[in-house]
């Protein structure tokens, strides 16, 4: 690879990675046009070509001074005054790689000789440098290079198949570059076939991706779901949940906080039976609990009576016809005193412990009646509750635990079961429910469901495309996008009440490690990167930087992207709006880039005009 960039002067000093290059020529002139290409002047933090037999050594500039070749005795007895012609400029370069047949690769085996000339870098050597590639068809731009002015080309495959961080403080620019990323993503020829193959969500906790115009995508590809536990949600905008998922005792032991010593045991037991012969038989499920009823009354001397006033309250917020079991109303007290009697009639319904034919009548009206209850409630997890208010009736009449033990997990469960009752849908397959672009909007929800829909989504789709892509090629992706991450990702703060934070932190560190082999990709935003898990963050592949200030995120910064180096690390607190430096696997060294912005179609994330807003209106 030959040299075409403008001579600028030749090194005269090598002190390990560190060189100096004495200049042709003292000028500082901005801009230089060569060959015909516009090339930017020498700055710090530009790059400086230096030419070694076959191959170009990569530096960049850290430092430049000038020196008064004339006048260099320091005494007030001269004109120190610097004059024409006797200035001479150097520059101070840190190696950063070597081009070698047109890639740029970063080595120790090669370094600047006294000597050695140095060049202005050619377009075509940024874009060895960069490591992007120069066909437009595998790349997209986001923007333009700070330092050079010349459009940045992003690598498709390397940036999207990767995991993906986006950092910056407010106002900075950061919900503009991780849209604009994916809104030149879809601008591509590829799309139709993105949209067949492949999957987006996005965890959206402040509603700036709920347009309808997102992306520029077609409608029909889009599906937001706005969680909203402040109201009823409509049935549309309810997140698709498979049954199979939320019914699995795991899965409800984590959502439901349960103990390990007694809890965890009786959700084991009581899903498996409810997995393995009531799930979808209505008919079972009204028998099994018209069974525990004659259980109970057959040993109420043992089961106790209050294991049957129990049962009573249970059946009557079941059924639609109180009427039919109100003769168990009051046999709770009759049963105290050792009578088993039942009706207004003081009829008899169990006689030397069996059931009188009354009784047996009695069962199997209130048998019924559940059944015709339970087949008119089309919802499933107010189903499931009843069956486990049923099983822990059955569980502690005969002291397999004690009720106190349970009595707080069924407190959990109905808060819980009912803030996911308003804002998910269950189904027995998720695969046709979500279109290639999903939004989860959490704007409305309370801090509850902020903290359990992301956890329980991300779980639900990893775990699909993972048994989807273990036991053969990959040939479909799930793209998941988290916008102010550390709602969720924090590693601090624990016994804040956040009872799932744990298992939370659990999931995503499994699928930012573990998710790339099966096509599940994962991209964060944050503004506060010292509150992520440093587990999540240290897996990172590529990283958009905006303006931070904030001593802990440049800290943690700092010990996660081992490929910036210190001279670009200083530039972060003095970054503009939508500068950011894009470093990472995908590119040889970091680029310092300004995000194209979105004028007509961007995230409602826009600095409010007060002057606009408190402006006099015309009269």
């Known amino acids: 690879m030959g040299i075409n960039g403008k001579p600028l002067g030749v090194v005269i000093g090598v002190d390990g990675t560190v060189s100096q290059i004495g200049m042709y020529n003292s000028s500082n002139t901005d801009e230089f046009i060569w060959n015909g290409e516009l090339l930017k002047g020498p700055r710090v933090g530009g790059l400086i070509a230096i030419a070694q037999n076959d191959i170009i050594i990569i530096a960049k500039i850290f430092k430049e001074q000038i020196s008064d070749m004339q006048n260099n005795v320091k005494t007030m007895e001269y004109d120190n005054r610097f004059s024409y012609g006797s200035i001479k400029r150097f520059l101070f370069l840190k190696t950063q790689g070597v081009i070698e047949k047109d890639k740029f690769s970063i080595t120790s085996q090669y370094v600047p000789m006294i000597g050695n000339q140095a060049y202005l870098v050619t377009k075509k050597e940024l874009k060895a440098i960069y490591g992007i590639s120069l066909s437009k068809n595998t790349s997209i731009c986001i923007g333009h290079s700070l330092l050079d002015g010349w459009a940045i080309d992003l690598p498709i495959n390397h940036f999207f198949a990767s995991h993906i961080g986006v950092f910056g403080n407010t106002g ?28 987006f969500f996005i965890i959206d906790f402040n509603g700036e991706y709920i347009e309808s115009h997102l992306f520029d995508l077609p409608r029909i590809n889009i599906k937001t779901f706005e969680v909203n536990t402040r109201g009823a949600c409509r049935l549309e905008a309810k997140i698709p949940v498979k049954k199979s998922y939320l019914f699995d005792p795991e899965i409800l032991a984590i959502l439901l906080d349960a103990k390990p010593a007694t809890q965890i045991p009786f959700l084991r037991s009581a899903m498996r039976k409810y997995n393995n012969e009531i799930y979808g038989n209505e008919k079972k499920l009204a028998t099994l609990s018209a069974g525990l009823l004659v259980s109970l009354l057959k040993n109420y001397k043992i089961a106790g009576a209050f294991s049957v006033e129990l049962w009573y309250r249970i059946a009557e917020s079941i059924v639609t016809n109180s009427d039919a079991i109100s003769p168990i109303k009051n046999l709770a007290q009759k049963l105290s005193y050792g009578n088993a009697q039942a009706g207004e009639n003081g009829e008899e319904i169990l006689k030397d412990g069996e059931l009188t034919q009354k009784g047996k009548e009695l069962i199997s009206q209130i048998e019924e009646e559940l059944r015709v209850s339970f087949t008119s409630c089309r919802n499933d997890i ?47 397959d998720i695969n046709d429910e979500f279109a290639s672009m999903n939004v989860i909007s959490l704007v409305h929800a309370n801090q509850e469901m902020k903290r359990l829909i992301p956890m329980l989504i991300s779980k639900m789709i990893y775990d699909a495309q993972k048994d989807k892509s273990s036991s053969s090629k990959v040939n479909h992706t799930v793209h998941l996008i988290i916008d102010e991450a550390h709602n969720i990702l924090s590693n601090i703060e624990k016994n804040n009440g956040d009872n799932w934070q744990d298992f939370r932190l659990s999931v995503f560190e499994e699928i930012i490690k573990e998710g790339r082999k099966f096509g599940f990709y994962l991209t964060v935003a944050s503004q506060r990167p010292a509150d992520i898990s440093p587990t999540i963050l240290s897996q990172i592949h590529n990283f958009f930087i905006h303006r931070l200030v904030n001593d802990n995120d440049l800290i943690m910064l700092s010990n996660t992207m081992p490929t910036l180096d ?37 995230p409602t994330s826009d600095d409010i005009d007060l002057i606009s807003l408190w402006k006099e209106s015309p009269r």
């Not at 900075?172 to 193959?197: A, D």
Request: charge should be positive.
């Open 382 to 428: 107010k189903k499931l509750y009843y069956f486990l208010e049923f099983e822990k009736i059955y569980y502690t009449a005969w002291n397999a635990t004690k009720i106190e033990y349970l009595n707080p997990l069924f407190k959990r469960m109905e808060s819980a079961f009912r803030n996911l009752d308003n804002v998910i849908s269950l189904c027995d």
């Open 566 to 602: 210190r001279n670009t690390y200083q530039m972060i607190p003095s970054l503009g709006k939508g500068e950011a430096i894009i470093t990472g696997t995908a590119t040889s060294m970091p680029i310092l880039v300004k995000v194209d912005r979105e004028l007509d179609n961007h």
């Open 172 to 199: 900075s620019g950061k919900s503009n570059t991780l849209y604009k990323l994916h809104q030149e993503l879809f601008r591509t020829k590829y799309l139709p076939e993105i949209l067949s193959h492949s999957k």
